[in-house]
């Protein structure tokens, strides 16, 4: 899978890869022709997408259904493959192109905003090693995004969306970011389990004060 470049040899910007695939083609834009749009930077390309719909303030049970699909992508990530692989069903699953060109419109100028700041860098951050242990990090924080959790989904989502930015734009600040949000998150994680056990344990001992 060639990677899509300008005139000039240079890769095409994501935000014009989007603005291209909200107004050209059929009614249903299929998750295959996403990947073919971007090439080899479909990895991060998919990634942001899947990370910045898993930002939008779903009910409890929502991220179950958009976050499942990192879980795949994160896991092929991990697992060292140097191109996105989907299954059938998963590639032929749409969108109409209307509603995409609607939500990415929306999140464009900070979509343009975000490519004006990153740049490559640190590039040992974004190697071979560095994206298989980005995978696993992406793999856990998509396991945390399919839980039923109400506002659960912002803080992972945000370090997933760090670490695609920091693969596609092989920016190592960026990848450190997101590990910096993976660990914020892991620290919320923990401090809100601590908060269910002692909420259950002062609800026990309320209850054996009043047998």
Request: charged share 15%.
């Amino acid at each position: 899978m060639s990677l899509t470049v300008t005139s000039t040899g240079r890769p095409i910007r994501f935000s014009d890869t989007l603005e291209r695939l909200g107004s050209h083609g059929g009614e249903k834009l299929f998750m295959g022709e996403v990947i073919e749009a971007f090439g080899e930077r479909a990895f991060g390309a998919v990634l942001l997408l899947f990370a910045i719909v898993n930002m939008l303030p779903w009910p409890p049970g929502g991220t179950t259904l958009t976050g499942a699909p990192l879980l795949f992508l994160s896991a092929e990530l991990a697992w060292g493959r140097d191109t996105l692989w989907l299954p059938n069903w998963l590639a032929r699953a749409s969108v109409a192109r209307a509603t995409f060109q609607k939500m990415s419109g929306r999140l464009m100028k900070l979509i343009r905003f975000s490519e004006a700041l990153t740049r490559p860098r640190l590039y040992f951050l974004t190697g071979r090693l560095g994206q298989g242990l980005i995978g696993l990090a992406c793999l856990i924080l998509s396991a945390i995004l399919v839980l039923p959790v109400f506002g659960g989904n912002l803080i992972p989502a945000i370090a997933i969306g760090f670490f695609s930015l920091g693969i596609m734009q092989r920016d190592g600040l960026a990848v450190l970011l997101g590990w910096i949000t993976t660990g914020i998150t892991i620290a919320v994680l923990v401090f809100a389990w601590r908060l269910v056990v002692a909420g259950f344990q002062l609800g026990f001992d309320w209850f054996g004060r009043i047998l």
